[in-house]
């Protein structure tokens, strides 16, 4: 009886451990079963758009051309007939300056030419008759000169006191009243700027200026207009790189007839430097790679299969193909990444 006993004691863990290896190969049939379940996806056929390369780049909203209007005579400043804000058109008058002694020295000068002219013309008709030496004359025909000269600079001081525009523009600023008084120190009354087209310089890595050409376009955005885009120009470029940040500047230009892209505001630029119509794109995610190069998997009924293929430009989360596809292809984008060449899929409706 005692032997009896100990025989099923010492079976127990012998039922233990058979129990034990049952479920754990229970376990390892259901994970496999769960490793052959086909994978869940989706597909979607190849789209035909427009592919673009762009450099992203930001910068500045500057006017096309600018100055500051200055007096190149000084005095009183009489009247001025434009404010901030202003349009105003070429050679239209901005300011007036006080003409009171630049009107007299205009007068004399005038006055002294004129003296001049009367003695050269006596002294050339006594020359004629032989009655006065050459050198006579000579020293006429100097004084003359030099009345002129003195009377023409008088009369471009007196025309300088009317300040007006040097081209068409906007009065961004105005710095006087009428009133004050105007000196070397003192001299600018406006700053004008022409806004009919403005302009965006943008510094381009060294490494990407060989991919730069004049009258590319560029797309250009401002925090302003949020979704809303501007069509550019590649207009010029520096042609030299800076040294110190290994960049070059480059112009574009933006057409802005409505006036509503204002100087200072920030830009993002993106330059177009590559453009593809009718491109065979997928999306960006469904691409893979390994050492033979890029694949896709395309879904053959229930079945999926690997497509080796050459890729091309990729944009807004989308690369184009430019062999190995078909535009009729069913490319799987959903569930990829669980698939294998051969291996059963399960198509998501």
Do not use: C, W
């Amino acid at each position: 009886m005692k032997t009896k006993s100990k025989v099923i004691i010492a079976m127990i863990p012998l039922f233990i451990i058979a129990i034990a290896v049952l479920k754990i190969s229970q376990s390892s049939a259901k994970g496999e079963v769960r490793r052959q379940n086909a994978p869940l996806v989706k597909i979607e056929q190849p789209r035909t758009e427009t592919v673009v390369k762009s450099l992203q780049l930001t910068g500045d909203i500057l006017p096309i051309q600018q100055a500051q209007v200055f007096a190149k005579v000084y005095g009183n400043l009489e009247a001025v007939y434009v404010n901030m804000g202003d349009f105003v058109r070429v050679n239209q008058m901005l300011a007036q300056i006080d003409t009171t002694v630049l009107s007299q020295q205009y007068n004399q000068a005038l006055a002294n030419y004129q003296k001049a002219q009367d003695d050269y013309n006596r002294t050339k008709a006594l020359r004629d008759k032989s009655l006065v030496a050459q050198q006579d004359l000579d020293y006429a025909t100097t004084a003359l000169k030099v009345a002129q000269a003195n009377y023409d600079a008088s009369k471009t001081q007196l025309d300088y006191a009317r300040i007006t525009a040097p081209f068409s523009g906007f009065i961004t600023r105005r710095y006087f009243d009428p009133g004050a008084v105007l000196t070397a120190t003192n001299a600018t009354l406006f700053n004008l700027m022409d806004l009919d087209r403005v302009k965006v310089i943008v510094n381009v890595l060294e490494k990407d200026v060989p991919l730069i050409k004049i009258g590319e376009e560029a797309v250009v955005k401002v925090d302003a207009f949020p979704g809303r885009e501007f069509e550019g120009t590649v207009v010029r470029q520096s042609e030299a790189v800076d040294p110190n940040t290994r960049t070059m500047a480059v112009e574009v230009d933006i057409p802005n007839h409505e006036y509503i892209l204002k100087p200072g505001m920030f830009a993002a630029v993106s330059l177009i430097i590559n453009k593809q119509e009718n491109a065979l794109t997928v999306p960006t995610q469904a691409v893979f790679q390994d050492a033979l190069g890029s694949y896709i998997f395309v879904a053959d009924s229930s079945t999926a299969h690997r497509r080796d293929i050459e890729a091309g430009l990729e944009h807004d989360s989308r690369t184009e193909i430019l062999s190995g596809l078909t535009g009729d292809d069913q490319i799987i984008v959903v569930g990829q990444q669980f698939v294998r060449d051969g291996g059963p899929i399960k198509i998501q409706p």
